[in-house]
């Protein structure tokens, strides 16, 4: 608003000058819809606003040297980025034999897995870093608007590594097989789950979510996370958000409904706060979950407004999208910008992650963007790739082969 206030100011000047010049005879026409200018008073110089998608924030990072005996070095190598869905707290659960069982096996990893998988990409040497950090919008020498990827400053010898974590709505689904029920915040005042184990007792903890599982680990181990980082977590919101029903619904709508709706909200919005203090950020992956190969372009339209409205209003802007399925906006986000993709970007996404067995990351030259791809720690990886993910982790001390469906593991 001060911003707009200052430009009309500059451009009364202009037209006064252009009148000066004899240039125009009449005077400018009155804008009756036009802000109050403040005409007479002397022009307030303000700095500028901040950036709404400015996702660099340069404190995070030193810029080389030494600090507190950590030598810190350039590194412009690859950018390893992996992803997890929220983790299976009671395996019996899950693997129950019900119709979502194979499912569970083929996307998510159980809780004992992914303890072991931390511990192993933190002795690879790997490093948490936000990947919001990782590329920054910049001015290219067209004068167009461009991504770029970051120098990143790491303690020597440690690689960096971005990690994503899907759908931590907590589904209805999920409640019934066997997953933490939603984010809260303990007596100690951390971030912990709330959920009922296979008795049915409700369970506070720790050490049954891979969020607060994170922050554990990271507490014990600070060097895992040098800048602060923790995950990034893609949410949709047609189930609300983080275990909250804070989503409206279209066809059914009481005033009881909206009542409860406002309760989650009110209940959601300190745990977002205290995710954000300790390191997570916000993505989105829309709305409905939806195909962005497939719909039509109003249907996706319809989505991001409703994200923006429903979800992005309590976790506050983003620029990274994560592909619902993997699936490329137009059927292919690389070669092409089709007219989803543009529409997407223009609603201010930056970064857009899709799934896939390769460490991708490609700037676009011809729209502001950079797309990239995510592997995947679970079921189907742990069975099939062992090989590609030797790097991280060996799926052969990985995988918790009692707890699974017996199906096909190629290594065994
Ligand atoms: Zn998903």
């Given at each position: 608003?001060?911003?707009?206030?200052?430009?009309?100011?500059?451009?009364l000047?202009?037209?006064?000058?252009?009148?000066?010049?004899?240039?125009?005879?009449?005077?400018?026409?009155?804008?009756?819809?036009?802000?109050?200018?403040?005409?007479?008073?002397?022009?307030?110089?303000?700095?500028?606003?901040p950036e709404?998608?400015?996702?660099?924030?340069?404190?995070v990072?030193?810029?080389?040297?030494?600090?507190?005996?950590?030598?810190?070095?350039?590194?412009?190598?690859?950018?390893?980025?992996?992803?997890?869905?929220?983790?299976?707290?009671?395996?019996?659960?899950?693997f129950?034999?019900?119709a979502?069982?194979?499912?569970?096996?083929?996307?998510?990893?159980t809780?004992?897995?992914?303890?072991?998988?931390?511990?192993?990409?933190?002795?690879?040497?790997?490093?948490?870093?936000?990947?919001?950090?990782?590329?920054?919008e910049?001015t290219?020498?067209?004068?167009?608007?461009?991504?770029?990827?970051?120098?990143?400053?790491?303690?020597?010898?440690?690689?960096?590594?971005?990690?994503?974590?899907?759908?931590?709505?907590y589904?209805?689904?999920?409640?019934?097989?066997?997953?933490?029920?939603?984010?809260?915040?303990g007596?100690?005042?951390?971030?912990?789950?709330?959920g009922?184990?296979?008795q049915?007792?409700?369970?506070?903890?720790?050490?049954?979510?891979?969020?607060?599982i994170l922050?554990?680990?990271?507490?014990?181990?600070?060097?895992?996370?040098?800048?602060?980082?923790?995950?990034?977590?893609?949410l949709?919101?047609?189930?609300?958000?983080?275990?909250?029903?804070?989503?409206?619904?279209?066809?059914?709508?009481?005033?009881?409904?909206?009542?409860?709706?406002?309760?989650?909200?009110?209940?959601?919005k300190?745990?977002?706060?205290?995710?954000?203090?300790?390191?997570?950020t916000?993505?989105?992956?829309?709305?409905?979950?939806?195909?962005?190969?497939?719909?039509?372009?109003?249907?996706?339209?319809?989505?991001t407004a409703r994200?923006?409205?429903e979800?992005?209003?309590?976790?506050?802007?983003?620029?990274?999208?994560?592909?619902p399925?993997?699936?490329?906006?137009?059927?292919?986000?690389?070669q092409?910008?089709?007219?989803?993709?543009?529409y997407?970007?223009?609603?201010?996404?930056?970064?857009?992650a899709?799934?896939?067995?390769?460490?991708?990351s490609?700037?676009k030259k011809?729209?502001?963007?950079?797309?990239?791809?995510?592997?995947?720690?679970d079921?189907?990886?742990?069975r099939?790739?062992?090989?590609?993910?030797l790097?991280?982790?060996d799926?052969k001390?990985?995988?918790?082969?009692?707890?699974?469906?017996?199906?096909?593991?190629?290594?065994?």
């Amino acid at each position: 608003m001060r911003r707009l206030t200052a430009f009309l100011l500059t451009l009364l000047m202009l037209l006064s000058l252009a009148a000066c010049g004899g240039q125009t005879s009449d005077p400018p026409a009155e804008d009756p819809d036009a802000p109050d200018t403040g005409a007479g008073e002397p022009v307030e110089v303000l700095p500028p606003e901040p950036e709404p998608y400015d996702i660099l924030d340069p404190t995070v990072m030193p810029e080389g040297g030494v600090r507190d005996g950590v030598t810190y070095v350039a590194y412009d190598g690859i950018v390893e980025h992996l992803f997890f869905h929220p983790v299976i707290a009671y395996p019996e659960l899950a693997f129950d034999g019900d119709a979502q069982a194979n499912g569970l096996d083929d996307y998510m990893v159980t809780v004992d897995e992914y303890n072991k998988i931390l511990q192993s990409v933190y002795d690879k040497g790997y490093v948490l870093v936000d990947i919001g950090d990782v590329w920054s919008e910049t001015t290219g020498e067209d004068g167009q608007p461009k991504m770029v990827k970051n120098t990143l400053y790491l303690p020597e010898g440690k690689k960096p590594l971005i990690l994503s974590y899907d759908d931590t709505n907590y589904y209805d689904y999920m409640l019934q097989n066997g997953f933490a029920y939603k984010l809260i915040i303990g007596e100690d005042g951390k971030i912990a789950s709330w959920g009922k184990d296979p008795q049915g007792n409700e369970v506070v903890s720790r050490d049954l979510d891979a969020i607060p599982i994170l922050d554990k680990f990271v507490e014990e181990h600070p060097d895992f996370s040098p800048f602060g980082a923790k995950g990034c977590l893609s949410l949709t919101g047609y189930q609300g958000i983080l275990g909250y029903r804070t989503q409206t619904d279209t066809k059914s709508w009481s005033e009881a409904q909206e009542a409860n709706r406002q309760k989650e909200i009110e209940a959601v919005k300190p745990i977002v706060a205290e995710l954000k203090r300790t390191g997570w950020t916000f993505g989105s992956h829309t709305w409905g979950h939806i195909r962005l190969g497939s719909k039509s372009m109003e249907s996706i339209q319809a989505d991001t407004a409703r994200w923006f409205d429903e979800v992005g209003s309590l976790v506050g802007p983003t620029t990274i999208l994560f592909y619902p399925h993997g699936e490329r906006p137009d059927g292919n986000d690389w070669q092409n910008t089709g007219p989803v993709f543009q529409y997407l970007q223009s609603q201010g996404f930056r970064v857009f992650a899709s799934v896939g067995i390769e460490s991708f990351s490609y700037i676009k030259k011809d729209i502001c963007a950079v797309i990239c791809d995510r592997l995947h720690p679970d079921g189907t990886t742990l069975r099939h790739s062992r090989d590609r993910y030797l790097q991280f982790y060996d799926a052969k001390d990985i995988m918790d082969v009692t707890v699974r469906p017996q199906r096909e593991i190629d290594w065994a």
